[in-house]
């Protein structure tokens, strides 16, 4: 029987991506190429493992068995490549992790540092999207894993949290707030404030935060970007309200101060987003612990 490691990949790619395309892209080969490989394996087995049409492709149940055993020796394999640590830095792969940019610095940045100094040809590809595009690309299976604040609620979809974070005000250096030692959303209302548009994620947790509260401030400008917004406040257009990890590291800047918001208080939680329906490549689940173990510790009830 001739069944190489290939022709495992290639039925489980297909099996948790329920299709040609996508299976094809995710371990860069053509489709007739993939295609060959499912017929070889085929071929040597003596059993037809994926029924084909012209609209979907399903496991056969001999398929649907084979391909649970096909992933436990191809992670197996894996596993035991990147524990030696000789053969660990000749292992090549590909990581995709969907990202809101707000996370980017202070989830990622560190780990990806250890990563690449355990598996350096190990490709890392980070999607920093919005909320509703991280979100969407793990629900369609374009990403391993996601870091989001929004998903929890999703049926196909694991939600861990990993950090609790607070939106804060903030103003220029010189603005009549920046001496306060904390500001209410009513005090905002009488300054110039902009804000994300509603087609943003903060916007939405925001305002389903503050759906009861009279007094908030109207935005005399949007934008789509927190950290356009960002920008808008160092030039001295209004004041904003953005998560705490939208301000920028530096903030001894003379440009930028940051206050505590009260009246209320409002948070957000990050988390791993993951598919439920999708096994983790060893690469993949190696990064996914190693950004939740520091993590772990910074949640706050």
């Not at 629900?139 to 949290?161: L, M, S, T």
């Amino acid at each position: 029987m001739n069944v190489e490691m290939g022709d495992l990949r290639a039925l489980v790619a297909v099996a948790e991506l329920g299709s040609f395309s996508a299976a094809a892209k995710e371990l860069h080969l053509s489709q007739p190429a993939l295609s060959r490989r499912i017929s070889k394996l085929e071929a040597s087995l003596g059993v037809r493992l994926l029924e084909r049409t012209t609209r979907r492709v399903e496991l056969t149940a001999m398929g649907r068995d084979f391909s649970r055993k096909a992933r436990q020796v191809v992670n197996t394999f894996e596993e035991s490549l990147l524990g030696i640590s000789e053969s660990a830095g000749k292992i090549r792969g590909e990581v995709t992790v969907a990202c809101v940019p707000t996370a980017v610095n202070h989830c990622l940045l560190q780990v990806l540092k250890e990563y690449h100094r355990l598996y350096p040809r190990i490709l890392v590809r980070i999607l920093d999207e919005g909320a509703g595009d991280v979100l969407s690309t793990v629900v369609r299976n374009e990403a391993d894993f996601g870091i989001n604040y929004i998903g929890a609620q999703e049926a196909n979809v694991e939600f861990i949290p990993i950090f609790k974070e607070s939106f804060v005000a903030i103003c220029g250096r010189d603005h009549a707030l920046a001496s306060r030692e904390s500001v209410t959303w009513a005090e905002l209302a009488k300054h110039d404030y902009i804000a994300v548009t509603k087609a943003s994620g903060n916007r939405l947790l925001l305002d389903l935060a503050l759906a009861n509260e009279p007094d908030l401030p109207e935005p005399f400008c949007e934008a789509r970007h927190v950290s356009t917004v960002v920008e808008m406040v160092v030039a001295g257009l209004g004041v904003a309200v953005v998560p705490q990890l939208a301000v920028p590291a530096n903030v001894t800047q003379p440009a930028l101060r940051a206050v505590p918001l009260t009246g209320p208080t409002v948070s957000r939680t990050l988390g791993l987003l993951r598919h439920r329906g999708r096994v983790l490549s060893p690469a993949a689940e190696r990064l996914y612990q190693m950004i939740m173990a520091p993590a772990a510790d910074e949640i706050r009830p």
